[in-house]
């Protein structure tokens, strides 16, 4: 429905001040049906003006609708979006709706899931930086049912900023704060990971943190800017809590070969066909394999995933098997480091600091027997594919222990040195 009261419109000549666009925002559907094959179409969107001026686009505004594509990464798509001239005033308390086209590069449409619909000031800047509330989150359906990642963006989209980092590197960006609480935690990929940082989003009371853990908390709180962890801060806030000596800082580290065989047979075994997975094994696959086009059904050996780490610089290693004692690099007065199997203990511990019950979920347990099966270290993935449930115990047996108890000697130290002791102070 169009809204015009043109002496209203033509009373105020002048340019909307940029504090007013704070009260101006856009509506549009949901979900923007794109045929396969069709990549330009027509959007209908609403401006709502609930400032005290009138937009009009006769005064030299040039106000103009726009949009930016969103990827499935959660991150803004560089590229120029087509731009559709405001063609009605909109009265200080009104609305007007029309349509804009949508023209989805063709290179872009398997990358994108989501649009972010709002106004550009005569191309001086997007109202949006001004007012976050201020666009519309459309996503894109190209006739195909949305994948995990498509529902993340957009569902995320409308609920949290899109992912800006302070410029903190790893590991100090991704370290997780309760400042309410005054918590810090270091998480470490196949440690409890998912169920401490399900636990610290709740803890920091972030905004709808349940949708967060049931969309996914890893990838949520990497794709945007959710206040749970160090790189949403400022970076001024975020040194200060690295260097405060009046938090609880703690960390949950795991016997170094019992985390190698983990990390093995979760992402180079059992879930090893995973598109997801693939962002951490591919590079692996590629160079063992000798191939860009790996064999996921044969897999590696977990013989070849060691020779290929020990070759490499232990910083460029995936999270899930870069060493554990890197992760503590940038934080002072560390509280507690705790063992995995002791991770009962930080339920006592958090419970005696906050005053509150709290249960942890242990998931994505491997798969155990007391069954050993000789030789294992060498068997491809095909090949362990068709055994039972076995002791993980059986890759002791790996001609090349020696070489990781060398390669992770800090981790086993750290381990060593954890406390494990219930008794022992917070």
Same mark, same amino acid.
């Given at each position: 429905?169009?809204?015009?009261?043109?002496?209203?419109? !033509?009373?105020?000549?002048?340019?909307?001040?940029?504090?007013?666009?704070? %009260?101006?925002?856009?509506?549009?559907?949901?979900?923007?049906?794109?045929?396969?094959?069709?990549?330009?179409?027509?959007?209908?969107?609403?401006?709502?003006?609930? $400032?005290?001026?009138?937009?009009?686009?006769?005064?030299?505004?040039?106000?103009?609708?726009?949009?930016?594509?969103? +990827?499935?990464? +959660?991150?803004?798509?560089?590229?120029?979006?087509?731009?559709?001239?405001?063609?009605?005033?909109?009265?200080?308390?009104?609305?007007?709706?029309? /349509?804009?086209?949508?023209?989805?590069?063709?290179?872009?449409?398997?990358?994108?899931? !989501?649009?972010?619909?709002?106004?550009?000031?005569? +191309?001086?800047?997007?109202?949006?930086?001004?007012?976050?509330?201020?666009?519309?989150?459309?996503?894109?359906? &190209?006739?195909?049912?949305?994948?995990?990642?498509?529902?993340?963006?957009?569902?995320?989209?409308?609920?949290?900023?899109?992912?800006?980092?302070?410029?903190?590197?790893?590991?100090?960006?991704?370290?997780?704060?309760?400042?309410?609480?005054?918590?810090?935690?270091?998480?470490?990929?196949?440690?409890?990971?998912?169920?401490?940082?399900?636990?610290?989003?709740?803890?920091?009371?972030?905004?709808?943190?349940?949708?967060?853990?049931?969309?996914? @908390?890893? &990838? #949520?709180?990497?794709?945007?800017?959710? +206040?749970? %962890?160090?790189?949403?801060?400022?970076?001024?806030? !975020?040194?200060?809590?690295?260097?405060? /000596?009046? =938090?609880?800082?703690?960390? *949950? *580290?795991?016997?170094? &070969?019992?985390?190698?065989?983990?990390? =093995?047979?979760?992402?180079? *075994? =059992?879930?090893?066909?995973?598109?997801?997975?693939?962002?951490?094994?591919?590079?692996?696959?590629?160079?063992?394999?000798?191939? /860009?086009?790996?064999?996921?059904?044969?897999?590696?050996?977990?013989?070849?995933?060691?020779?290929?780490?020990?070759?490499?610089?232990?910083?460029?290693?995936?999270?899930?098997?870069?060493?554990?004692?890197?992760?503590?690099?940038? @934080?002072?007065?560390?509280?507690?480091?705790?063992?995995?199997?002791?991770?009962? %203990?930080?339920?006592?511990?958090?419970?005696?600091?906050?005053?509150?019950?709290?249960?942890?979920?242990?998931?994505?347990?491997?798969?155990?027997?007391?069954?050993? #099966?000789?030789?294992?270290?060498?068997?491809?993935? /095909?090949?362990?594919?068709?055994?039972?449930?076995?002791?993980?115990?059986?890759?002791?047996?790996?001609?090349?222990?020696?070489?990781?108890?060398? =390669?992770?000697?800090?981790?086993?130290?750290?381990?060593?040195?954890? $406390?494990?002791?219930?008794?022992?102070?917070?």
């Amino acid at each position: 429905m169009h809204t015009d009261l043109p002496q209203e419109c !033509a009373a105020d000549p002048d340019k909307p001040a940029e504090t007013l666009w704070q %009260q101006v925002h856009t509506e549009a559907q949901s979900v923007l049906a794109l045929p396969a094959e069709q990549s330009d179409t027509q959007l209908a969107v609403t401006v709502v003006n609930k $400032s005290t001026r009138p937009l009009h686009p006769d005064n030299g505004d040039g106000i103009f609708f726009s949009f930016r594509l969103i +990827g499935l990464d +959660g991150h803004v798509i560089t590229c120029e979006c087509v731009r559709t001239a405001l063609n009605a005033c909109v009265p200080a308390g009104a609305s007007h709706t029309q /349509d804009i086209r949508v023209l989805i590069p063709q290179q872009y449409s398997k990358r994108a899931a !989501a649009l972010r619909v709002g106004l550009i000031q005569n +191309g001086e800047f997007w109202v949006e930086r001004i007012n976050p509330a201020h666009p519309a989150v459309v996503r894109l359906d &190209f006739g195909a049912s949305m994948s995990h990642a498509q529902r993340v963006v957009w569902e995320g989209s409308g609920i949290w900023p899109q992912g800006r980092s302070n410029g903190l590197q790893w590991p100090a960006g991704a370290m997780m704060v309760s400042e309410k609480h005054k918590i810090l935690y270091v998480p470490v990929a196949k440690c409890a990971c998912t169920s401490l940082k399900s636990l610290m989003v709740e803890l920091a009371e972030i905004e709808q943190h349940e949708k967060a853990i049931q969309l996914g @908390v890893h &990838f #949520v709180t990497d794709r945007f800017n959710t +206040g749970v %962890q160090l790189k949403d801060k400022t970076m001024k806030r !975020a040194w200060q809590i690295l260097a405060s /000596d009046q =938090y609880f800082k703690f960390i *949950v *580290v795991r016997e170094p &070969f019992e985390r190698l065989v983990s990390a =093995y047979l979760e992402k180079f *075994v =059992y879930n090893r066909h995973n598109k997801r997975n693939l962002l951490h094994t591919r590079a692996v696959l590629r160079q063992v394999q000798n191939t /860009d086009q790996p064999d996921l059904q044969r897999g590696i050996s977990f013989d070849e995933f060691v020779a290929y780490i020990t070759r490499q610089d232990p910083m460029n290693l995936d999270p899930h098997w870069r060493p554990q004692h890197l992760y503590l690099a940038k @934080v002072r007065h560390m509280t507690k480091v705790y063992r995995l199997e002791d991770i009962a %203990q930080i339920e006592v511990d958090l419970r005696q600091k906050l005053g509150i019950t709290i249960q942890l979920k242990h998931s994505n347990k491997t798969r155990k027997s007391e069954l050993p #099966v000789a030789e294992v270290s060498t068997m491809t993935a /095909d090949r362990i594919d068709s055994l039972a449930a076995f002791d993980p115990d059986s890759f002791l047996s790996s001609k090349h222990s020696r070489a990781i108890r060398d =390669y992770y000697a800090e981790d086993f130290e750290l381990y060593c040195t954890a $406390s494990s002791d219930p008794q022992a102070p917070p």
